[in-house]
């Protein structure tokens, strides 16, 4: 199976409302996390990013965690507004070996209803 | 540049042709990456440039597959007698080190 995964493929929120994205991964040596955005027809923007030595990190009304206890990342977006709407891909790198390239889940899309 | 860039936006091509995606990476980028797209999937990785040299070629799906870059700058992917399971969205990125990827608007290639 795919080393990164999402537990929610789609989430509908109000505007306004915070929203929680959630990502699970199986590599224990991962040691870099990122979060991106994709809206339609483009490509994926970069929102924030973790090294394994964090819990926490804040951006501008986003905030990723990870609990590498259980493998588990999220993403939380304040006061989701509608240009929100979005996939939203987690992604992994390893430590060793491969510590270059990115492996992704699938993507949340997200809906923000005005 | 301001970021990648990434051209064509979209090619159709016929099966069986051979076509050439560009990707211009962010001014003094080392690393540059070619991923895959398919409709409403994550996206696959295929190769992986630092400088000019592909240290990581085993993501390209066969050897119909092929990607170089020249300068440390601009690179090509080219698929040889495309196939209609090509179709995908090719993306870009690029980064300075090994962490933070930013990747460029892509190219819709579709295959009839």
């Known amino acids: 199976g795919e080393s990164v995964g999402l537990h929610l493929p789609t989430l509908s929120v109000q505007e306004g409302d915070n929203s929680i994205i959630n990502c699970a991964y199986s590599?224990?040596?991962?040691?870099?996390f990122i979060w991106y955005k994709q809206e339609s027809g483009k490509g994926p923007q970069f929102i924030i990013d973790?090294?394994?030595?964090?819990d926490k990190r804040q951006g501008q009304r986003v905030t990723v965690l990870l609990n590498k206890t259980v493998k588990h990342l999220s993403l939380q977006i304040a006061a989701t507004q509608p240009g929100d709407s979005a996939v939203y891909f987690c992604?992994?790198?390893?430590?060793?070996?491969?510590?270059?390239?990115?492996?992704f889940g699938k993507g949340t899309l997200l809906t923000v209803n005005p | 540049g301001a970021g990648v860039s990434q051209s064509p936006s979209n090619k159709v091509t016929e099966k069986g042709k051979d076509v050439e995606l560009r990707c211009d990476p962010i001014s003094g980028h080392t690393a540059l990456y070619w991923y895959r797209q398919s409709l409403g999937q994550g996206l696959e990785f295929l190769i992986y440039?630092?400088?000019?040299?592909?240290?990581?070629k085993s993501g390209l799906p066969s050897d119909r597959f092929s990607a170089e870059r020249t300068g440390g700058s601009v690179s090509t992917l080219t698929i040889q007698r495309t196939q209609q399971e090509d179709s995908a969205v090719y993306l870009c990125a690029s980064s300075l080190g090994d962490r933070r990827q930013y990747f460029g608007p892509g190219t819709r290639l579709t295959v009839t």
């Open positions: 440039f630092q400088g000019n040299s592909a240290p990581d």
């Open positions: 973790i090294r394994s030595n964090m």
């Open positions: 992604a992994e790198k390893g430590s060793q070996g491969s510590n270059y390239k990115l492996t």
């Open positions: 590599n224990s040596a991962s040691d870099y």
